[in-house]
């Protein structure tokens, strides 16, 4: 077989098992955003079934083969750039996936599935109790999935890598903990300035469908292709794109709180942009994909809060804004409006958490979901923790378990590992923006004029079209010229909140 | 290997074909009702593929093998009455799919899923022409299966077969030829009465809000379950059942049309209710399916116009919808109303047709669709078979492609044969439903107070949890003690129309 007979041949069948991967995607999304409540049970074993199929053809004797004998190539120096990415990736998740037996991933897969439901419901009654038992299988799954995938040093490693690949806790933690030394001092001048904000003035009532349209303009506004996406509403927000033509971002309305959802559909569209800005012809390839959750959440956070909480951005949509919903914002002005877009608070729920809060409730995520799968503290004891941790870095007391450790919905589905991306893309979109800022003439100027195209346009050319060419390590070396640094992220709140809370 | 354990294993390879069968519903579903416009073509793509893997996981050695095991001890006798029938159906299925090569089921499956977006484009414009190409494909395809799969007389028996199993059109031209010698001079008594009815009493300004609260509440109280299905918006209203737990049916609304959505979506409920209706514990084989297409439709046209155009009816949902919309239906009277909407007059729109006329439009797209299939008439003359069969039949002028030829979704996504299952459904549900009403005391009283609950019981009991365990002809020989006859239709249009039209 020729060289490019056998890469031919390996991206044929590929192809087939992306497919595969879309049509789980869609049945995921469908879950969590049309599925009638009775269709939970076979729904999860439609999914675990899939994939069953996709891992069986994955680590298929004829796929392995194709792969093998590609990677040789590899390793000869014979492939061209493209060839040795897809190659290289392709290898990365095989050995993952091939010391994964069937029986486990069908396992990891209907278990998961029901654990949606299951938390649902849990959050629904408040009881972490309800959700424990699966929440137990849950955990033995992963810790096991650790085992047998191997790690070296501890057995977060093994999971954190599905979702930061070449990445490890200890480099992490160094790095929160960096964050951590700062934020903490940080919080404290916030609580105790003088500078009182209001966030009341925000409040009102909102019809939901008034406020879709006020969400969806914006989001058209900065360039998401509703031609090749739908925006919905789900327990959860999420974001899930088919194919560079189909991308799905989902959000939630809250009748009182218009940013609940605005903001929330912003995230949202940074995510899809990226989705949608991947190259279709990779599309079956590990070329068509984001390269990290961490790269990927660096794209929600940038739009949502480098872009969507500054000054520039409401200096063209505040007019708006207070055009579509003049009750009660035809009497905000612009500056008491911008710090309560700003407000800083310790608060009890993540998803409505702050930029300076926020990485406090991820370091203390992070620091949990590691020694549950280290096995220093056990799933029975989360609640306690939980509740401790929070008191400890907010100085807040946890009422209830939905208003705590049973608010996220990623441990129900599996999602140990996940948590830490969110910082990391905190800290990358910082970044990045900062090269932005240097690259783009007048950035700020086009953004206070409602001319979002050449920000999209440099991430799309900087980040989105590369896929998983470079690892992300390799990806801010090349973008931004330096490695992930906390201090673009410290600079940025020191000099926002320095000056709203005049610290 | 012992019955039971060669049993057990094709029970579980069935599953896994079965939830990809159930994978790629949901993907069909999606199309349809929310997919965004530049989807498309990566949505063919995945249905392709996963209709590819569908194929081959059915005709693979190590199914074949188990098959074949079972079919020996079938046809040795070794097998109890639920085995048999699963193996019999199996078989029946495997050996026409096996017939099929891999590379002919993918290109179909992608042909098709291209076809419905050429079809909304061309009948958007409509123009013909521009679907040509696309159905040119569809039809070569289509006479390529028959070629593939056999059959004795007539090549359309092969592709009729997916929708009415063990039917010839031999018979069913017999049949409908007795319907036609009906239906034409009865048609022209209608017309020539002098009882002239207005249906414009019908006519108002509907909100779709207002609209979808009343269908979705006569829904439920027919018995469609909520919590395992849902009711959305698509193009062209359809029912698709992924699972008795999750079953989905769609509609449209139209402003000045209340009763356009009304009756579609009562018909789809009748599709929904019997995919509610199947056995869950039955699901992964052929008696957790449907029995045929005729049956169903039998079970959507006795609730849409047996129950849902009839007087009793209305007894009990008329004052209702006075209540919800007493403009215009307020000064309405009960018997004008009763008229309106059986209304009988010649038109363009098969799914707009009235009770009397609609199975001419299936006559007419029956007899086009054998010529087509069997090489008398070709595609490019379609248009203008079409417009002279109408106006032979119906005694009306098409002044359009999308009143015309183009204005069925079926033919675009391959579905030639499906047609005649509607009138099929026109007469089982009037044998059906001559012998509910002798099993049922005071079937119609209890309609006039809105309970439904015995008449949708013994569909349940006489038909839907039974699957694919007989027949359509031995179920109809069953349950109503005679085989398939135009007559119990035929009696009910005489006596129902015979008095609204006094002749």
């Known amino acids: 077989m020729t060289r490019k007979e056998n890469i031919s041949e390996l991206r044929e069948k590929l192809q087939e098992i992306y497919h595969l991967g879309s049509a789980l995607q869609v049945l995921h999304w469908d879950m969590e955003v049309f599925m009638p409540l009775k269709g939970a049970e076979s729904r999860a074993k439609t999914i675990a079934n899939l994939s069953g199929i996709l891992h069986e053809k994955f680590v298929s004797k004829e796929f392995a083969s194709l792969l093998k004998s ?24 095989f050995e993952r996936q091939k010391k ?22 849990a959050r629904e009654k408040s009881d972490f109790k309800l959700f424990l038992p699966q929440l137990k299988k849950i955990v033995a799954l ?12 501890s057995p977060y490693d093994a999971l954190l890598d599905t979702y930061e690949p070449y ?15 700062f934020l903490v001092p940080f919080l404290k001048k916030i609580k105790d300035s003088k500078n009182r904000i209001s966030s009341t003035i925000l409040k009102g009532s909102f019809p939901v469908e008034q406020q879709k349209k006020f969400d ?86 940038m739009w949502e809060n480098t872009v969507a909480r500054s000054k520039s951005f409401w200096k063209y949509f505040f007019p708006k804004l207070q055009k579509q919903f003049p009750d009660p914002f035809g009497k905000v002005k612009f500056d008491d409006f911008y710090r309560a877009i700003n407000f800083v608070e310790p608060s009890l729920i993540r998803v409505e958490a702050d930029e300076v809060t926020y990485s406090l409730h991820i370091i203390l995520r992070f620091e949990i979901e590691k020694e549950l799968i280290e096995g220093s503290i056990e799933v029975e004891d989360l609640p306690k923790i939980w509740n401790a941790k929070i008191e400890e870095y907010l100085g807040i007391k946890v009422p209830n378990d939905a208003s705590g450790v049973l608010q996220d919905v990623h441990w129900s589905g599996g999602g140990i590992g996940y948590f830490p991306s969110y910082t990391l893309g905190n800290l990358y979109a910082a970044q990045f923006y900062n ?7 007048n950035l700020e100027e086009e953004i206070a004029a409602g001319e979002f195209s050449h920000l999209r346009e440099w991430l799309r050319q900087k980040i989105h079209i590369h896929g ?36």
Not at 75 to 85: C, D, H, M
């Open 167 to 181: 990445a490890t806790s200890e480099e992490i933690s160094m790095t929160f903990e960096e964050l951590k030394n």
């Open 100 to 121: 994964l037996p069937m029986s486990f991933v069908k396992e990891m897969a209907q278990v998961c599935s029901e654990g949606h439901n299951v938390w649902i419901k």
């Open 142 to 153: 992963k810790r096991k999935e650790a085992e047998l995938v191997g790690y070296k040093k």
């Open 216 to 301: 969806e303009e914006v989001a058209k506004k900065i360039g998401f292709d509703f031609e090749a996406g739908r925006l919905d509403t789900s327990v959860h927000p999420f974001s899930t794109g088919f194919h560079p033509n189909d991308v799905r971002i989902t959000t939630r309305y809250r009748k009182h709180d218009l940013f609940d959802s605005f903001f929330g559909v912003i995230h949202e569209t940074g995510h899809g942009l990226y989705e949608q800005g991947l190259e279709a012809k990779h599309f079956g390839t590990p070329l068509g994909e984001s390269i990290s959750h961490g790269i990927h959440e660096s794209q929600s956070r």
């Open 70 to 93: 590609a990677k040789t190539k590899l390793e000869a120096g014979k492939l061209g750039g493209v060839e040795s990415a897809i190659v290289r990736e392709l290898w990365r998740e």
């Open 435 to 441: 090269t932005a800022k240097k690259d783009i003439l």
């Open 468 to 503: 998983k060419m470079f690892s992300a390590d390799s990806l801010v070396r090349e973008v931004t010229g330096e490695p992930l640094t906390s201090q673009f992220f410290i600079d940025y709140l020191k000099e926002k909140y320095g000056e709203i809370y005049k610290i």
